[in-house]
């Protein structure tokens, strides 16, 4: 993504257009609150939604702006307001004007209430994945002001979610195009997150190790790492997911318990790293997973399972992977895995892979099939023939 090229688009006054396609490729306007000009808030207007500024919730409320009342998890309006020396406030050029103000920090008393700028409240990017919060990252990556003009994309029938529409409004009128995915992955690389909370001494059959605990303010999962120093500038590494059936009730469905030993075994002998990830049943939870199990023994393989509850066939992501490998301070490593996906998340990052080391599954009559479908369906690389 070339920030400076949208920065660049900006400030000649284009708008960026702002997907999201995690919910139906739902699109808004974005520009900088700071810079609001009539001529860019006339066209922003004119996509037909709801013109709105973004800011931050923690900001807004301790400058005495109030928010409306809202579900959990639902956008965070406020009371919509005008600048107190607005004639009307409902102008593009009275609007703009607004906007600049409340970019300029003003507090409650310098406007009048109820207005014509509405008014939302970010709860950070980590909390919720919106376009009021991507919005907010989008202008501090962009060297602005984290206040934001904001406004859905409506087509010519006043629907929204319409993608093909945003795309082609965008090429019309030279618009930037940028996904929340995108700013959310410069989010994560920006920003660290999370941090070292405690390190204790772990003996274990497999040999002594450390065990790190983390302070995790990006997906508030509690991941651990186990380590085995000195690991040296290019550790092994393993980043296993959590497995309650397989790493402590030895199921002999899946690969997860040997993986996970082998691991240990291997990174004990050498120095290493493992990543314990709390993504239980590739990233859907324990609950949904036992009920995959269910579908499972009616028939359908794992991929299907999951997609039959209406999950992806792997929902895992790496985004606190590569915060706890920067935390330890660690950015190349000999990754053990069978999953190029792992490799490619991490290198995404800027954690450079130099290295897959085989990790070969334990094969059992119970796991044969789960192990074919990992091969066929989800690309994975077994150094064992099943």
Same mark, same amino acid.
């Given at each position: 993504?070339?920030?400076?090229?949208?920065?660049?688009?900006?400030?000649?006054?284009?708008?960026?257009?702002?997907?999201?396609?995690?919910?139906?490729?739902?699109?808004?306007?974005?520009?900088?609150?700071?810079?609001?000009?009539?001529?860019?808030?006339?066209?922003?207007?004119?996509?037909?939604?709801?013109?709105?500024?973004?800011?931050?919730?923690?900001?807004?409320?301790?400058? $005495?702006? *109030?928010?409306?009342?809202?579900? &959990?998890? !639902?956008?965070? #309006?406020?009371?919509? +307001?005008?600048?107190?020396?607005?004639?009307?406030?409902?102008t593009a050029e009275e609007r703009a004007l607004t906007a600049k103000k409340l970019a300029e920090g003003l507090s409650i008393e310098h406007f009048r209430y109820p207005g014509h700028l509405h008014l939302l409240g970010g709860v950070g990017l980590n909390r919720?994945?919106?376009?009021?919060?991507?919005?907010?990252?989008?202008?501090?990556?962009?060297?602005?002001?984290?206040?934001?003009?904001?406004?859905?994309?409506?087509?010519?029938?006043?629907?929204?979610?319409?993608?093909?529409?945003?795309?082609?409004?965008?090429?019309?009128?030279?618009?930037?195009?940028?996904?929340?995915?995108?700013?959310?992955?410069?989010?994560?690389?920006?920003?660290?997150?999370?941090?070292?909370?405690?390190?204790?001494?772990?003996?274990?059959?497999? $040999?002594? *190790?450390?065990?790190?605990?983390? &302070?995790? !303010?990006?997906? #508030?999962?509690?991941? +651990?790492?186990?380590?085995?120093?000195?690991?040296?500038?290019?550790?092994?590494?393993?980043?296993?997911?959590?497995?309650?059936?397989?790493?402590?009730?030895?199921?002999?469905?899946?690969?997860?318990?040997?993986?996970?030993?082998?691991?240990?075994?291997?990174?004990?002998?050498?120095?290493?790293?493992?990543?314990?990830?709390?993504?239980?049943?590739?990233?859907?939870?324990?609950?949904?997973?036992?009920?995959?199990?269910?579908?499972?023994?009616?028939?359908?393989?794992?991929?299907?399972?999951?997609?039959?509850?209406?999950?992806?066939?792997?929902?895992?992501?790496?985004?606190?992977?590569?915060?706890?490998?920067?935390?330890?301070?660690?950015?190349?490593?000999?990754?053990?895995?069978?999953?190029?996906?792992?490799?490619?998340?991490?290198?995404?990052?800027g954690i450079e892979v130099v290295e897959m080391v085989p990790a070969p599954p334990e094969v059992t009559e119970y796991n044969r099939t789960y192990l074919k479908v990992k091969e066929e369906k989800l690309g994975h690389r077994l150094p064992v023939k099943v």
């Amino acid at each position: 993504m070339n920030w400076d090229s949208i920065r660049n688009a900006i400030l000649d006054g284009k708008p960026v257009v702002l997907i999201d396609n995690r919910r139906e490729f739902e699109a808004d306007l974005v520009y900088p609150a700071e810079i609001a000009s009539p001529e860019v808030v006339n066209f922003m207007l004119s996509m037909k939604g709801l013109l709105c500024l973004t800011m931050d919730m923690g900001e807004a409320l301790k400058r $005495g702006f *109030f928010p409306l009342p809202s579900k &959990e998890g !639902e956008t965070n #309006f406020l009371i919509p +307001v005008d600048y107190g020396k607005n004639f009307t406030g409902i102008t593009a050029e009275e609007r703009a004007l607004t906007a600049k103000k409340l970019a300029e920090g003003l507090s409650i008393e310098h406007f009048r209430y109820p207005g014509h700028l509405h008014l939302l409240g970010g709860v950070g990017l980590n909390r919720r994945r919106g376009h009021t919060e991507g919005s907010l990252e989008l202008m501090e990556i962009l060297g602005f002001k984290r206040y934001a003009l904001i406004v859905e994309i409506l087509d010519e029938k006043g629907d929204s979610h319409k993608g093909e529409y945003a795309l082609k409004l965008a090429g019309e009128h030279g618009l930037p195009v940028v996904n929340i995915d995108d700013v959310w992955k410069e989010f994560v690389k920006r920003k660290q997150l999370i941090k070292v909370y405690a390190n204790a001494r772990l003996p274990t059959r497999y $040999g002594e *190790f450390r065990i790190i605990a983390f &302070e995790n !303010e990006l997906d #508030f999962k509690e991941h +651990v790492a186990i380590v085995r120093e000195p690991y040296g500038e290019v550790p092994l590494l393993r980043i296993h997911s959590k497995c309650l059936t397989g790493d402590t009730l030895a199921s002999l469905k899946c690969d997860c318990g040997s993986q996970l030993a082998n691991s240990l075994r291997m990174i004990a002998q050498g120095g290493g790293i493992l990543l314990y990830m709390d993504q239980e049943g590739r990233g859907i939870g324990l609950k949904e997973k036992i009920k995959a199990y269910e579908l499972q023994d009616r028939g359908l393989d794992t991929v299907e399972a999951n997609e039959a509850l209406g999950h992806r066939a792997d929902e895992r992501t790496y985004e606190a992977a590569f915060q706890m490998l920067r935390a330890l301070d660690v950015s190349k490593v000999r990754l053990i895995t069978n999953n190029p996906a792992k490799a490619k998340a991490l290198e995404e990052f800027g954690i450079e892979v130099v290295e897959m080391v085989p990790a070969p599954p334990e094969v059992t009559e119970y796991n044969r099939t789960y192990l074919k479908v990992k091969e066929e369906k989800l690309g994975h690389r077994l150094p064992v023939k099943v």
